[in-house]
């Protein structure tokens, strides 16, 4: 065990005091999330469908932002470590430019073509119809999103999780007060329903992200950023850039339009199976959130780690990492079957929906250790050693080769029943996982990024 597990406490408590944050900072968002689901759920499939089929696009961005700043953090993680705070700006100066120019490329895809959009995820005319109404009112949030998700993971590597954690509390309040007034028409606004949701999320993004920018540019001291900083010359770092990063926004944006063409394919199913899918999803996300913290923090450790030069006690720290990856997947697993069948019963769905629900929350649990595994793998400890471009071959070759086609035949043709379309459609989570722990055993994936 000794072997398996560092001794330090220090080790325990500098994640802890990366995770906790991050944990919580997660739960809220998927609060958000939560509540948008139940009070569109009031009105029926329809509309609950069409959000989440809609978000979905949304989240192709969303999951490139990801992949651009935690990219970037690979990078910033080091120079923190090592104390190059030049290095540091001029990275965060060429993941903002990048993420300004493609929130505007999807804004003007969205707002041009809302209904081709939605063709693309199912053949349902009522649910395309709310959709695009979805759409068009969101379409502002690319921006602010953006913005908000560099920021918050730029903050992470340097260790600043307070203040996030604090704006995502308040975001959640703005939300759900703004769902609640123009979903439902409250304190005489209109009743909005799906546009409502859309409406009161716009509202949430715009506080999210002005709180956010005011703090980095004006109050941060970790990093000292400030607007001219965005105008710096930063050329000289662009290559480090596109050979440490732009993998892993590679690899996060394929990674993105594959779980895409997994929607797509449950789409095409039919409306239950997404209504279903929807409400599992949900439990799904609140089951790891500890593992997202323990990525988070694995990732952070581990950059900081090397940036030192110290790569055997990286090591050793992924060893552990793994270790407790594992024991989180085991906890999720007991959590999706406790709270899953509560909230199935919350909603106003048919009973073939929930059927399918309660089949796919069987499912999720079974194959939660391989998920936990594989993301704090991918996107923890081997993004965080640098390992990005072998994490990319990763993410495209078992998604579009293995995940994509079974669950297509399992669903489509063979027409199985739920329990196997979604272990068909996650069944990437299982090779990446063996696949990954033998390139953590082999060392190859510790590399010291040079400025």
Known sequence: MSRLFVKEKSFYKLILSIAVPVVLQNMITIGVNIMDTLMLGNY??????ASSLANEFINIYHIMCMGMSMGAAVLTAQYY???????LKKIVTIVLRMGLVIAAAFTVVTLLFPEELMRLYTPD???IEKGVLYFRISAVTYVLLGVSLILTNILRTVHQVRFPLVLSIVTFFVNVFFNWVFIYGRLGAPEMQIE????????ARLVECGSLVTYFFVFDKRIGYRIQDLFMKCGDHV??????AIPVMVSDTLLALGNSAVSIIMGHIGASFVAANSIISQTVRLSTVF?????????VITGNTLGKGERDKAYHQGVTFLCLSILIGLAAAIVILLIS?????????TQETKDIAYQLMASVSVMMVFQTVQSVLTKGVLRGGGDTRFLMLADILFLWLASIPL?????????LSPFWIYAALKIDWVIKSVWCIFRLRSKKWIRVVQA
């Open 44 to 49: 029926g499939e329809v509309q609950l469908s």
């Open 81 to 87: 470590g090592a104390g190059n705070n030049l290095s």
């Open 125 to 127: 005319e009522a649910v």
């Open 196 to 203: 409502g949701a859309a409406l009161g999320t716009v509202i």
């Open 239 to 244: 290559r480090v850039y596109i050979t440490y």
């Open 291 to 299: 593992n997202q913290g323990l990525s988070s923090a694995s990732s």
């Open 341 to 349: 069948p509560l909230l199935v019963e919350s909603f106003n769905i």
């Open 407 to 415: 669950g297509y035949l399992c669903g489509l043709v063979w027409h």
